[in-house]
């Protein structure tokens, strides 16, 4: 099993500029996560989703957009990035909604927005 | 407004000793805690956790420690080893039977552990 994996590992975009992230997973999990870490920050809940077709809001969502088309991918996009989005961002997945649900994280894409 | 608080961004410890990481919340309605480790240019991993009915859980080398009263967990790392060089995060999960992934993280603390 390859876990959680992202796609890209690294980008660089320009203010304005749009770009979508994919999570996939192969442990047919149900609940999916995207975050974000900043330095000085711990990891912060943009969106997640408890199900094929459906997304909802986290703690910080502004400028993001999910879908969640089919269980195993959750994409996230950025209509226009702002320097403000340079992140690490992070991709979890869990099996249940359950707080002792272990969440399974991907190895992060760093986005660097200029 | 910063509800789970790591105060220490490092610590170093020579191997074989005993690594203790500190977690602070302010939050009372947290009543599940975990803790992660993530080693560079990986996803954090998930390491240990303790419900607020518990004082104590024990892992192998890894205990960590609720104090309700102080709203103070750590994590003891017993003996360490090089290999536990890491970040270390703490999270918070609110009261409820699920959380939707609302876990609250911590800024992390960067544990160095000399041969």
């Known amino acids: 099993n390859a876990g959680v994996t992202q796609t890209p590992k690294f980008r660089v975009l320009k203010t304005g500029q749009s770009m979508t992230l994919l999570c996939a997973q192969d442990?047919?999990?149900?609940?999916m996560y995207w975050y974000r870490q900043d330095p000085g920050m711990g990891l912060r809940l943009i969106h997640y989703?408890?199900?094929?077709?459906?997304?909802a809001k986290g703690e910080v969502p502004d400028g993001y957009n999910v879908s969640r088309l089919k269980k195993q991918n959750f994409l996230l996009g950025l209509e226009s990035a702002a320097p403000s989005q340079t992140s690490v961002y992070f991709c979890?997945?869990?099996?249940?909604?359950?707080?002792?649900?272990?969440?399974?994280f991907g190895p992060g894409t760093r986005l660097l927005v200029l | 407004d910063q509800q789970v608080k790591q105060n220490s961004p490092s610590l170093s410890v020579q191997e074989g000793r005993i690594s203790i990481l500190n977690c602070d919340y302010t939050?009372?309605?947290?009543?599940?805690f975990l803790w992660y480790k993530k080693y560079p240019a990986e996803g954090p991993t998930f390491l240990i956790s303790?419900?607020?009915?518990?004082d104590k859980n024990e892992d192998g080398r890894f205990t960590v420690f609720l104090n309700k009263s102080a709203k103070h967990l750590s994590l003891h790392i017993v003996p360490s080893q090089p290999g536990d060089s890491a970040v270390y995060f703490c999270?918070?999960?609110?009261?409820?039977?699920?959380?939707?992934?609302?876990?609250?993280f911590g800024q992390g603390t960067i544990l160095t552990v000399h041969p």
């Open positions: 979890a997945s869990s099996y249940s909604s359950l707080k002792f649900e272990t969440q399974y």
């Open positions: 442990m047919n999990h149900e609940y």
């Open positions: 939050n009372s309605m947290f009543d599940y």
């Open positions: 303790i419900s607020s009915i518990k």
């Open positions: 999270a918070a999960s609110p009261a409820g039977g699920t959380s939707y992934g609302k876990l609250t």
């Open positions: 989703s408890v199900g094929e077709g459906t997304t």
